[in-house]
């Protein structure tokens, strides 16, 4: 089953949009918090690589390893939370939001990536995003529609379509109906079919939960989802909350 026809017009395929329009608002200042985030770590040189990539518009198709690892600390910081000190308190505020989507944004473009998972992009992304306004969904949402066009990997597609449903549902654009919702939940609750959870252990497989779920980085879109499932039809409002289960701690 494809995407439901409302939601590729809402949303059409864009692999540049997001990172189009993240480029003009990230400044020096949050290139050098993302630089700094392993202790100061090659931070000068860190710090000239993410400015050739905001400045050029080209991402690598693989990342230094310093380059990688500082920019998935920056995308496991809590903007919410600055560090104390004598720390460098990071990336904090409506601004460090910005700054962290702007870490998945180039994680989530690796050709290869060395970060551990895909569900940590998305789910650290869609909750990034909520916070800084329609403009970044809608260019986030597009990204997932571009995404669920090139992965076949099950886990992948079933986080992309989540986030997908969860930036759907904050707009509501007129021409989506409770019903295109509906199919867009149906495609992941059938296709995790038979488990708890994305990443569900198995005896034969025992591989623990995805680090995006035992870490609950979800957390913030099961909350939304949560509220919306009482603001829909029945029908749509059952689907939501087996889709939060999905990616539930616990």
Request: contains cysteine; proline residues 8%.
């Given at each position: 089953m494809s995407l439901?026809?409302?939601?590729?017009?809402?949303?059409?395929?864009?692999?540049?949009?997001?990172?189009?329009?993240?480029?003009?608002?990230?400044?020096?200042?949050?290139?050098?918090?993302?630089a700094m985030a392993d202790y100061g770590h090659r931070w000068e040189e860190m710090y000239e690589h993410l400015r050739v990539i905001r400045d050029r518009g080209e991402i690598p198709e693989t990342f230094d390893v310093q380059l990688d690892e500082v920019l998935c600390l920056t995308r496991w910081s809590d903007p919410d939370k600055p560090n104390p000190p004598p720390f460098r308190p990071g990336p904090s505020g409506e601004r460090g939001f910005v700054t962290?989507?702007?870490a998945c944004a180039l994680?989530?473009?690796?050709?290869?990536?060395?970060?551990?998972a895909w569900?940590?992009?998305?789910?650290?992304?869609?909750?990034?995003?909520?916070?800084?306004?329609?403009d970044y969904d809608e260019a986030l949402a597009r990204y997932f529609t571009h995404r669920l066009g090139q992965t076949t990997s099950l886990d992948d597609r079933s986080f992309t379509q989540l986030g997908l449903l969860a930036i759907g549902l904050r707009h509501r654009i007129a021409n989506i109906t409770e019903h295109d919702f509906e199919e867009l939940a149906d495609l992941l609750l059938d296709a995790q079919s038979g488990s708890s959870r994305l990443d569900a252990f198995d005896a034969a497989d025992p591989r623990p939960d995805?680090?995006?779920?035992?870490?609950?980085?979800?957390?913030?879109?099961?909350?939304q989802l949560n509220d919306q499932a009482a603001q829909v039809n029945p029908k749509l409002g059952e689907k939501l909350l087996l889709c939060t289960l999905l990616v539930a701690r616990g």
């Open positions: 439901p026809e409302a939601i590729l017009k809402a949303f059409p395929p864009s692999e540049d949009r997001l990172f189009e329009i993240l480029r003009p608002a990230v400044d020096n200042d949050m290139l050098k918090d993302i962290r989507l702007f994680l989530m473009r690796q050709k290869k990536a060395w970060h551990e569900g940590c992009d998305v789910a650290i992304s869609v909750a990034s995003a909520a916070r800084i306004g329609p995805d680090f995006s779920v035992q870490q609950g980085f979800w957390e913030p879109t099961i909350a």
